[in-house]
């Protein structure tokens, strides 16, 4: 049936567009330059170089999710918005708390190959690599654009930049000024609710917001048994900014409080089945970022820029053991110490976090045809867990990058850099890129790039000293690391096409790529010790060739219709089932709101992932909305809206099972 809607909708967007096609055929450009800023040049975007470039210019391959599409996709959470860029996925895996966004996949959990920046900040954790979404101090409704550079660019950004680069770029109290508040709730008990407020004061400008979320979770796992896997989290957020004709400055402070439930038949642990309590995971996160930049000269910008950034992480579990286990585990080294049948004990799971990082970036415009941007950094990366370290490990980088881009005649455009970075632990690694554009037209362009990168080991790869604490103050035999991992490479070649219509609205990306992967990390890390130390597993590597084709297209509509599709293909040539079953061979994703009066639009999206972890993953989300103006600059938005899922499997994980595969919701916001 919901096949069927999709296809209705799909027909009836088709209409639409051929009508728009119609009336668009009598207007001029200039007379389009009224209703969007789509139509109004070609847009700039920041991401590959760290400069502003047009679009056109640009030799790596970038999506670009403005602000008019984030309000109108109506998410709830930022990491949600990467569906729609070709060759992503995003799905929770071990529990609902644990989202994954991956690129070219390789991985199911913990995924650890993209970098993701917010405002300039990374946000990849320091102690075990990977993103954690869910504790993320940040509201989709501050973010004015995502851009994501869809392959490495670590020439840029450095090491761990490997598949993709992320940028996060949030609005400026500007934008906001006044006050606006949103809800949403839906039919499996989830809710949100947002608020902000911003204001102005001479040069300087501010803004603050808070938000608070519950999500139910899954129902049941394989075996029908309860799930237990909700979570709820707090955030808030203070940006403020001066800026005046030659100078900018910002601060960003964001703390967040996440509440998770894990459940104990997929935590991934030796002790997990003598748990006698539902384990609670309870993550602090705060982070505080500064930067400022002067125009020093009409060529010459200087930008400071420092961050910390810290997460505490601790869960709860109480237990009951067996004499067996409890002498096979935590006795045998110490015969004097006898098991008490009598007793219950608890453990604590802990981690802390902490990144600080400091940058001062030049960019120099030596010509009209020349514009360098070079760049020093420092960055110490620190974890501190008596359950995963036996105490405390850091790692410092230095780096030192350069990148150019130089215009050769009207029609090339050359981008290259490189950046030199050295690790305390892993060594010193350079990762160049090359790139060069042949300009069509000033709207249309053919480009061609070539990049190395690498993604170094983790804290956790070359320090875990794995043990189990109990409430008695014994402690478990230890799993540790021994050798360490070594870093991961990638040589990525790629060739596209861009071209952007201003007149129709109308931008189109193709993209065929070659990624050679070399010595990708696939070892295990769990603790696996039993009657002895023992050395975790490590070294287990595989090379993989992954090859693929994406487009996106999005076209826009004077009359305030909007659609975007997407597509991509991927064949990972390796004999390893592991990285096949994490990589889906085919993604789609198609959106369209459609307005049905000045106030009233459909609005929908449909996305499908074939064979991820051997299944497929295929939903479908529609809703109506309604704009109202309440006087002044005051508005107000509401819907109501239904999602499904149309393929009847487990969401990626086989525990993660629905009792219901349709729900729905209703959601609102106040702007005044």
Known sequence: MMRWVCLVFSVSFSSVVLAELDSLSSFTEAELDTYDGFFDSIPMVVTPSKIAQPRVDVSSTLSVLDGEFIRRLNMQYVEDLLQFVPGFAVFP???????????????????????????????????KARVEWTSLPLNIEDVARVEVNRGPNAASYGINSFFAVVNIITRSPLETLGDSISAYSGSRGDYRL????????????????????????????VDGDDRHDGHGSTMGNVFIQRETYNSFFDLDIGASHLKANTDPEVYSSALSSYDINDPVRETDREHIKLSYSKQVSSDHEIKVQYY??????????????????????????????????????????????TRQDIEVQSTWEASKDLRVISALGYRLDEAESEHYFSGEVSDEIFRISSNIEYRMGDSWVLNTGAMLEHT??????????????????????????????????????????????????????????????????ITSYEMGYYHYWPTQGLSLDVKLYRDDVSDMVLSRKYFSSGGSDAALEERVTEDAIITGAELELDWRFRSGAMTRFTYAYQDTQTENKRLLDSTSPVMTSFFASLPLTEQWFINGYYWYGEALNSRDYEFLNAWVSCKLSLGGYSKATMGLGVETRLDGNALVNRHNNLDEDTFYYVFSNITF
């Open 308 to 353: 910390y950034d810290r997460s505490d992480q601790t869960e709860n579990h109480d237990v009951t053991l067996t004499s067996t286990f409890y002498n096979y585990f935590f006795t045998a080294r110490d015969s004097g110490v006898e098991y008490d049948s009598d007793a219950d004990y608890s453990y604590v799971v802990d981690l802390v976090e």
């Open 93 to 127: 895996y071990k529990a609902s708390s644990q989202k994954i966004v991956s690129y070219h996949g390789t991985q199911l959990e913990e995924y650890r190959r993209i970098q993701v920046l917010v405002n300039g900040r990374s946000v990849y954790s320091a102690g």
């Open 194 to 221: 947002y608020g902000q407020h911003s204001g102005l004061n001479g040069d300087w400008s501010y803004r603050a917001s808070a938000s608070t979320n519950n999500v139910h979770g899954f129902d049941t796992d």
């Open 424 to 489: 305390q632990m892993g060594g010193t690694f350079l990762s160049p890129k090359l790139g060069l554009t042949y300009k069509l037209s000033e709207r249309e362009s053919i480009r061609f790039n070539a990049s190395k990168a690498v993604r170094t080991p983790d804290l956790s790869d070359q320090f875990f000293k794995w043990h189990y604490v109990l409430s008695s103050g014994e402690s478990s035999y230890t799993t540790y690391a021994d050798e360490g991992e070594s870093e991961e490479k």
